[in-house]
């Protein structure tokens, strides 16, 4: 901006220049061709001579317009005093010298009365005075004669006024000629002004309009500038407002570096301390763990529960004292251990046609639940177990039962999503999670990895095949790896949980497929055992610990023997293999339970599909846990004397001290 400075300065000398030459032209134009017009235009032009000679006055004021004659009668005519007869005669030029002479000439040679050339005559002489004529005659000549040499004085001094006026007119034309070329250079000089004028005049224009772009780029400058500084204030001000805050956070940091070396100290203390408490909580944890695992054992490896489902809707009501829950030694707040079931013996009172007898069955197992218990009951009980699942100790629950006795409701409970009505698998993996959560905070990282079975007919299916996969070859049941102990089952999804939802939707998979196959064959899901397997596995890496340990939870197929009065038809043949597919493998269950406790060298665990699957979690390092659940109806008391029985067989096993599968 600066530098443009300069140009704005040259366009200011410029247009005063402009002014001048304008002021200049104002004047009397000298142009040729009004010189060359007249006279009246040579006298215009004649301006600035004038003016050079001032001291003529009206002298100078010559009309040369006139011919010569009127030029001299203008010039004879008297003027007056002039200011040029009264002022110095070097004031001017050649032509004032001439002017001059003239006026002398006239006052030298005034005008002769040229009105009264005759004078007049006394009267009408007589004829007869030829005397008095000829005197007036003489006198009349005489007169003439002074009057011609008058004239002739005067015609001398104006020939003399014309010499003087010629060499006046060669001087003026000398003059103006000198003037004519004077006016040609001035011309040129003028218009060479003016093509500089008009050049200026452009660049005047140009500079103008270069002079408005840049006021508007000083205005847009200047506003931005304003912008620019209200900006800066308010930066200013923030920043003032930082500075405050700095200071303050200065003055706080200090304050707090202090405090920060006072808590690190103390951090320091709390940390030795956390470490100690820590190694107490784990050696707590492992104590726990080791009386958690003797309680268990105390309350017995096997463990036995009779669960007695409550009388459906439509069904007849049992006679009074027909299944009885006597409460134990502490009163009606201890909880049931014993059942008893009266039966009468009809075959008896046929024989001696006397009235019936009843015979009272009487059992006790490790807890009984009477047809009002809750599903949050029932798990409370086994909850114990789970942990131990947790703990790394292999745990089994067996829902054993004829059809209809309540299995499928124990394990799963009803569908229908009523929280109330969950049964075992969902409770087990929802307190699984929970567990599982509190022990990440000390250390212990937990995985899940969930399979669902059944086995029917001694071929195993997977209850979790979507897809493509659903009706795929059968499933076999194989070792993991060639040397391990680990099952696998081939063709079966194991997937990994790691949330209800995720065990939901696993368990909703699985009453569809069991669905599918109940419409295929008729009600195969209670003519087979389904096996809910979880693979639980934990790991405590600070102190390179691990647990491994299965749950399973398994809905065995209906215990209901075939009514052996029954005609054999095509349907029962093949119903009549289902069910001894089904006792053979509940007796072999049955058998292997008391090969274990009787400790025999050899387990028949290979007699059956679902002993062979789960021989992992029977035996030495498992615990056991059979619900018999049994129907309250009369009409099913041979059936639930059987199922009672059965129980009562595996309730009175012992199996050895369990051993967490620790490594
Ligand atoms: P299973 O699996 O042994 O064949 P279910 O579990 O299917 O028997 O039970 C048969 C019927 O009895 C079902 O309608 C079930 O809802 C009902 N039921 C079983 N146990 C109970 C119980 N404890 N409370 C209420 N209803 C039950
Ligand atoms: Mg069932």
């Avoid at 002739?152 to 103006?176: C, I, S, V, Y």
Wanted: net charge positive.
């Amino acid at each position: 901006m600066q530098a443009q400075r300069p140009p704005l300065l040259e366009v200011k000398r410029n247009f005063e220049l402009k002014t001048t030459l304008v002021k200049a032209s104002s004047r009397p134009p000298l142009s040729g061709s009004r010189l060359k017009r007249g006279p009246d235009q040579m006298k215009e032009a004649l301006e600035p001579a004038k003016k050079r000679t001032r001291g003529l006055g009206a002298v100078t004021k010559i009309d040369t317009s006139r011919s010569k004659g009127p030029l001299l009668s203008s010039l004879s005519q008297p003027q007056g005093p002039t200011a040029a007869q009264k002022g110095p005669k070097k004031t001017g030029p050649r032509g004032c010298t001439a002017v001059g002479s003239v006026l002398k000439n006239q006052k030298l040679a005034p005008t002769a009365p040229a009105q009264k050339p005759v004078r007049k005559r006394p009267g009408k002489r007589p004829d007869w005075d030829l005397k008095g004529q000829l005197c007036d005659l003489t006198e009349e000549l005489k007169c003439y004669r002074e009057k011609t040499q008058k004239l002739d004085q005067e015609n001398q001094g104006l020939q003399e006024q014309l010499k003087e006026a010629q060499e006046q007119a060669a001087a003026l034309g000398t003059e103006r000629n000198t003037l004519e070329g004077e006016l040609a250079s001035v011309r040129t000089q003028a218009e060479q002004c003016q093509q500089k004028l008009e050049a200026l005049c452009a660049r005047v224009l140009e500079l103008e309009e270069w002079l408005g772009t840049k006021e508007n780029l000083i205005q847009e400058l200047q506003k931005e500038q304003l912008e620019l500084q209200e900006e800066r204030k308010a930066l200013a001000t923030r920043l003032e407002e930082q500075e405050r805050r700095l200071q303050a956070s200065e003055a706080a940091l200090l304050s707090n570096e202090s405090e920060v070396v006072c808590l690190r100290q103390k951090t320091a203390a709390q940390v030795t301390l956390l470490a100690e408490q820590g190694d107490r909580l784990h050696g707590l944890e492992m104590e726990r763990r080791r009386l958690h695992n003797q309680l268990q054992e105390l309350k017995g490896n096997i463990r036995v529960f009779c669960r007695v489902r409550p009388v459906l809707a439509g069904e007849p009501t049992p006679s009074p004292g027909f299944l009885l829950f006597p409460h134990g030694p502490a009163g009606p707040s201890d909880p049931p251990t014993r059942l008893s079931l009266s039966r009468s013996d009809d075959r008896r009172s046929t024989l001696t046609r006397a009235p019936a007898p009843t015979t009272r069955h009487d059992f006790s197992f490790d807890r009984v639940f009477p047809p009002g218990s809750k599903q949050e009951e029932v798990f409370e009980e086994i909850s114990m177990l789970v942990q131990s699942a947790l703990d790394g100790y292999p745990v089994c629950i067996f829902a054993y039962g004829q059809t209809g006795s309540g299995k499928t409701f124990t394990m799963e409970g009803r569908p229908g999503g009523d929280p109330q009505l969950e049964g075992l698998i969902p409770r087990a993996m929802r307190h699984l999670f929970s567990v599982a959560q509190e022990m990440s905070g000390q250390g212990w990282t937990y995985s899940f990895v969930a399979s669902y079975v059944e086995i029917y007919n001694e071929t195993v299916r997977d209850l979790l095949a979507t897809g493509t996969r659903k009706g795929q070859g059968e499933c076999e049941i194989r070792r993991a790896r060639p040397g391990s102990e680990e099952l696998t089952v081939t063709n079966a999804r194991y997937v990994p949980v790691s949330c209800e939802r995720e065990v939901e939707a696993l368990l909703h998979l699985a009453h569809q497929n069991r669905a599918v196959a109940r419409t295929a064959q008729n009600e195969r899901s209670s003519r087979s055992h389904s096996v809910f397997q979880l693979q639980i596995s934990g790991e405590h890496a600070a102190r390179g610990l691990q647990c491994v340990a299965p749950l399973n939870l398994v809905d065995l197929a209906g215990s209901e023997r075939l009514d052996p009065g029954l005609t054999l038809g095509p349907g029962e043949r093949d119903r009549l293999r289902e069910t001894q597919s089904i006792n053979s493998s509940l007796s072999t269950l049955g058998l292997v339970i008391m090969a274990l406790s009787n400790k025999e060298s050899h387990v028949p665990y290979r007699n059956s599909k679902l002993t062979y699957l789960l021989q992992n979690s029977l035996g030495g390092s498992a615990k056991m846990l059979m619900f018999v659940n049994i129907s309250p109806l009369e009409e099913n008391v041979s059936e639930s004397l059987n199922s009672l029985r059965f129980a009562s067989k595996v309730n009175q096993c012992v199996i050895g001290t369990a051993q967490a599968n620790k490594k």
